[in-house]
């Protein structure tokens, strides 16, 4: 029907504009953080990009939601602040005729955010972990940078190196300081060079006028000077990222008795819930008064919005501390507001009204 595709339009165009905006601020946002982390030698260059996606892709759960609850807002609300909708009930076109196109688009999303949540938000999570184990493994090395101490194995190794050139392939003034269960050992040089992966399994340290001392815990004592010494280092390996509830399969986390997998379990179901009851409590928070301004009562709407996410966050963290047992009551007292602000009290009263004085 004509109408259906206009009011489509009308929420579809914000849709798109408030939702590529709210990407482009988070993913920007985002970029930033890992930035930093790449800057300091946590994660490495060509990982930023990849982090970035997943986790802008974890977040379009929360951010579509707000853009169709944006979008609706401010697509309803034009055809109130431009009479619109006072035409269309002239036409004996009433708001609710309204909650069909609106209410279809809102399931397309709905779904389409289940599908994020339960399905994508697991395995991007999953990704992510395992590349920053991946880069806290690859930065065992490759974030050395001269002149900074750099502390390894839990703070039982220390290296130091004063200066280095061609990506440490030629270095100066190497100190590395060991400690393990037998004692101390320090190995100091002049000069050497780093090779990096020469096997699967290791890298090689050539040192050059190389001083070593060693002190055993039992009071034994060890010096020497060595022309050349080479040293083999082990690659650390990427660990396996520890299991999180947030890596889980939803299907086991629904029938989990953790609290925390539990309370996962519960976020995930309620994205797309969530999605579904901003978008039909954005149609009545659009009425205005005709030339009232269309972006009147988005402040309202968005203080409703961030109450409703903050009592749904600390719902969870409540189920996760197991003091309550559930986050549904949150989206269940959304729905009823949602629900009583749908209903035509006005014209239920008036039928109420004249079926009573038809009867006497």
Do not use: C
Request: aromatic share 8%; no cysteine; proline share 5%.
């Amino acid at each position: 029907m004509i109408l259906d595709r206009y009011l489509r339009h009308e929420v579809a165009a914000p849709l798109f504009g408030v939702g590529l905006t709210l990407t482009a601020i988070f993913a920007i946002y985002s970029l930033g953080d890992f930035l930093t982390d790449a800057s300091a030698g946590l994660i490495g260059p060509g990982q930023v990009a990849v982090l970035t996606a997943l986790k802008t892709l974890i977040a379009l759960e929360v951010l579509l939601p707000i853009g169709l609850y944006v979008a609706v807002l401010v697509g309803m609300g034009r055809l109130y602040s431009d009479s619109e909708m006072d035409a269309l009930r002239a036409a004996g076109i009433g708001e609710l005729r309204l909650l069909g196109p609106v209410l279809r688009l809102a399931l397309l999303l709905a779904v389409l955010v289940a599908l994020l949540s339960t399905v994508v938000r697991p395995w991007a999570y999953t990704t992510s972990y395992g590349l920053r184990e991946e880069a806290k493994a690859n930065a065992e090395i490759e974030r050395i940078e001269p002149g900074r101490f750099y502390g390894y194995d839990g703070g039982r190794r220390t290296v130091f190196v004063e200066s280095g050139r061609d990506g440490l392939t030629e270095v100066e003034g190497v100190f590395i300081r060991s400690r393990d269960a037998s004692g101390v050992e320090v190995i100091s040089a002049r000069q050497g060079g780093f090779r990096s992966r020469i096997d699967p399994n290791s890298h090689e340290l050539q040192l050059e006028q190389v001083s070593l001392y060693k002190a055993t815990d039992d009071g034994h004592e060890l010096f020497g000077r060595f022309d050349h010494l080479t040293l083999r280092v082990p690659i650390r390996q990427p660990a396996p990222p520890s299991a999180r509830p947030k890596m889980a399969a939803t299907s086991h986390l629904l029938a989990s008795d953790d609290p925390h997998e539990r309370a996962e379990g519960q976020w995930r179901l309620s994205t797309p819930i969530s999605t579904l009851l901003l978008a039909l409590l954005a149609i009545p928070l659009s009425r205005s008064r005709p030339r009232a301004g269309r972006y009147g009562r988005i402040l309202v709407a968005l203080v409703i919005y961030v109450l409703y996410f903050n009592l749904l966050g600390m719902a969870r963290t409540w189920v996760e501390q197991e003091t309550l047992g559930s986050i549904w009551w949150v989206p269940g007292t959304l729905g009823a507001i949602t629900f009583a602000a749908l209903t035509p009290w006005r014209r239920l009263a008036a039928r109420f009204r004249w079926r009573t004085h038809a009867a006497h």
